[in-house]
């Protein structure tokens, strides 16, 4: 037991989790969908959804965390998938409160720059819905499981 439990212990330390935005991950312009994820959550109009996510969330993700070494311990399951559940859980929950979020609202110049769009043939989602405007920042998120 002490073994395997050496070898669950040293194979989890070699993996991790990482959740958002990657590099492939672009605006038909070329901007990083990362780069406009930060700005919401950060900027001047800020729609945080990654913080509260994770202030609201990190119980549960210590728990799949947990439930999943177990797994590995037990030799039921590898570290990647451990990381895989995380990653997926973790994504999942951010995803969740992007599309929850109404608050603060749009401005009308922006609900109107979005009929704009929408006039010229692009597909956006709810007028009056931030955050969701074409839906490329919610679909791209994403998590990726490597080594650390």
Known sequence: ?????????????????????????????????????????????ARPFMRPTIQERTQ????VGKQGAKRVINGEAGAGQMFEMLGLQASGDIAKT???????????????????????????????KPLVETGLMINSLTYIVEDS
């Open 1 to 45: 037991m002490a073994e395997r439990l050496r070898v669950a212990t040293a194979e989890l330390q070699r993996k991790q989790a990482k959740v958002g935005w990657f590099e492939s991950a672009k605006y038909e312009d070329g901007t990083p969908v990362a780069y406009v994820a930060a700005i919401n959550e950060l900027g001047p109009h």
């Open 60 to 63: 549960v993700w210590k728990a």
């Open 98 to 128: 992007i599309s929850s979020i109404t608050t603060p609202p749009l401005s009308p110049r922006t609900i109107a720059a979005r009929q704009a769009k929408m006039a010229n043939g692009k597909t956006i989602g709810n007028l009056d």
